[in-house]
């Protein structure tokens, strides 16, 4: 498994931006397909954004389309949520997620392909 440490949450104002940032283990970062979701309270943990191995392919959830952006730097090991035009049903806490890819393009995306788990950062967006 692959261990993950995310960080960049916190507190903005509806159509303001934040970053995350998740770090990966370096052992099994090049060989994942890497993603993030959301939970909000009282919901079910939803698919947000994933981004294959090379790093050219994404899937995008489509209430997140064209405000978010998912980017990965194998030099650092990590991948990166970029979050712009926020809005209060953002809110929610941010999960990264590894898990294991075929092939530099096949991007991961059913919240039981992934097997490795970060613990969650908060995203508040308020009104």
């Known amino acids: 498994q692959v261990q993950l440490v995310e960080s960049g949450g916190g507190l903005v104002q509806a159509g303001g931006s934040l970053r995350l940032s998740c770090a990966a283990s370096?052992?099994?970062?090049?060989?994942?397909?890497m993603g993030w979701f959301r939970q909000a309270p009282g919901k079910e943990r939803e698919f947000v954004a994933s981004?294959?191995?090379?790093?050219?392919?994404?899937k995008y959830a489509d209430s997140v389309k064209g405000r978010f952006t998912i980017s990965r730097d194998g030099a650092k090991n990590s991948v990166y949520l970029q979050m712009n035009s926020l809005k209060p049903e953002d809110t929610a806490v941010y999960y990264c997620?590894?898990?294991?890819?075929?092939?530099?393009?096949?991007?991961?995306?059913?919240?039981?392909?992934?097997?490795?788990w970060g613990q969650g950062t908060q995203v508040t967006v308020s009104s």
């Open positions: 997620a590894a898990g294991r890819a075929v092939g530099w393009t096949q991007v991961l995306a059913d919240l039981s392909d992934f097997d490795s």
């Open positions: 370096v052992r099994t970062f090049s060989t994942s397909s």
């Open positions: 981004i294959g191995r090379s790093g050219t392919s994404m």
